[in-house]
């Protein structure tokens, strides 16, 4: 039992709880510079060469779990740790803290005021009941009250001291949230053409919804480089009686009954081109050894003597390199232009066809972290509530009244407001 309060006075320490945060802070950074969920053997090849510091391979980032970093074991641990540290922290100083608040204190002897920050005392001459008066012009203000037949206490902002509680609360949350979004998010990316569509099958209610790109553009800078890339999506259901447009954009998602539609990427996914007469649709692959978004393919040109010929494309407007793989020279169609004549055989550029990049993600802990940022910008603010409290005493023997005040906080500021409460009581 003496170990585990050991534990406990341990892991409740604002000093632990500030090196588990780092800890995973830095944990999640390492999680951003080293890719993951990737094949086991990616990482072997890449880190067997380039070794991280110098001396972590891939076979040690797979045993480290550093492949995996925000499902590893170690990883959930420490939210675990840092969960029970802020339970811990909010049972043995939070609430007892909170508790003792709501608890009135009584002054009976004047002798307790001086041990206060703000006092003041005033003899009385006039016979007149101060502390009833102090009592009706404090509850006008606000305040609450705890009054006897000579002395009386009051305070304000005790919602303050609830600011720690809900904001440990909503980092738990918060913690709970992200362990359970890694094992429970779903995420899918896919490429939709225009007119193309995908079907959503729910498989707990068995519904279905189609969504289609109706529409998809890039908006591009003076200098060509591309600056957003826009797709308008129709979803549509029969069963649910459903046919509306939604458009999203990069950094603006759709979100759609617990999914999460967002623009990710683009790509030029066909052309259409006439090739001697014949009209021909082709499929590009990206060809990352060129260089980053630039799609082709390998054909042959040619009447007689054929021969093959590389077509790349890098945007949406063309126009389409044509590439002799033998003496590397090279052509250019334009869309809708005059046939280009390569090898005898007569070319021409028709269509572009783009493709929008959508990754499309299912996180059922999104309402958990919703809740938990909305408790912790609570608690923040409620945490800045100062708890003001005044004690007013009626000494009948020397006929004099005493009233001493205390703030937890921007004690400067609540002199102004004591000092011209003090002022009100006396003259009443």
């Known amino acids: 039992m003496l170990i585990f309060k050991k ?16 800890f995973i802070a830095i944990s ?15 990482y072997i090849d890449f880190y067997n060469e380039t070794p991280i510091f110098g001396f972590i391979d891939g076979s040690q980032v797979i045993r480290l779990q550093l492949d995996h970093i925000y499902t590893s074991n170690w990883f959930l641990f420490s939210l675990i740790l840092l969960c029970i540290s802020l339970a811990a922290c909010s049972f043995r100083r939070q609430i007892p803290s909170l508790k003792a608040a709501l608890k009135w204190t009584d002054y009976k002897d004047e002798k307790k005021f001086y041990k206060l920050e703000l006092i ?69 990316e896919q490429y939709l053409r225009l007119g193309e569509s995908l079907d959503l099958i729910n498989e707990s209610t068995n519904s279905k919804v189609k969504i289609k790109l109706k529409d998809f553009f890039i908006e591009r800078e003076s200098d060509g480089k591309p600056k957003q890339f826009i797709s308008n999506l129709e979803f549509f259901s029969k069963q649910q009686n459903l046919n509306e447009i ?13 999914l999460t539609i967002y623009q990710a990427d683009w790509s030029v996914s066909n052309i259409v081109v006439e090739i001697d007469t014949v009209l021909y649709q082709l499929q590009l692959k990206p ?17 007689q003597n054929k021969k093959n010929y590389l077509l790349t494309i890098d945007n949406e ?46 996180d059922p802990s999104i309402p958990f972290i919703y809740l938990s940022f909305t408790l912790i ?23 004099k009244l005493f009233i001493g005040g205390l703030s937890n906080r921007n004690l400067l500021g609540f002199k102004k407001e004591f000092l011209k409460l003090s002022d009100e009581i006396k003259n009443n």
């Open 120 to 188: 003041t005392n005033y003899e009385i001459i006039q016979d007149a009941d101060h502390i009833l008066k102090a009592d009706s012009l404090l509850r006008k203000k606000g305040w609450s009250i705890s009054k006897f037949k000579n002395r009386l206490s009051a305070r304000k902002g005790l919602v303050g001291k609830l600011g720690p509680i809900i904001v440990h609360i909503g980092l738990i949350i918060l913690l709970i949230g992200s362990a359970y979004g890694n094992f429970s998010s779903q995420s899918k």
């Open 287 to 303: 060809i990352p050894e060129i260089g980053d978004q630039i799609w082709g393919l390998l054909i042959e040109l040619g009447r």
């Open 377 to 399: 910008i609570l608690g923040t603010i409620f945490s800045l509530i100062p708890t003001n409290q005044i004690w007013i005493l009626f000494n009948e023997n020397t006929n």
């Open 7 to 22: 534990f406990i006075l341990k892991i409740s320490s604002l000093r632990f709880a500030i090196l588990l945060i780092i």
């Open 28 to 42: 999640s950074g390492v999680g951003t510079f080293i890719p993951q969920g990737n094949d086991q053997q990616e």
């Open 246 to 258: 939604k458009t999203t954009q990069v950094n603006q998602p759709i979100r759609f009954k617990g």
């Open 317 to 362: 407007n063309g126009p389409l390199k044509v590439s002799n793989i033998e003496d590397f020279s090279e052509n250019f169609v334009y869309l809708n232009n005059n046939p280009l004549e390569i090898n005898s055989s007569k070319l021409s550029l028709k269509k572009i066809i783009p493709s929008s990049g959508l990754i499309i993600k299912n």
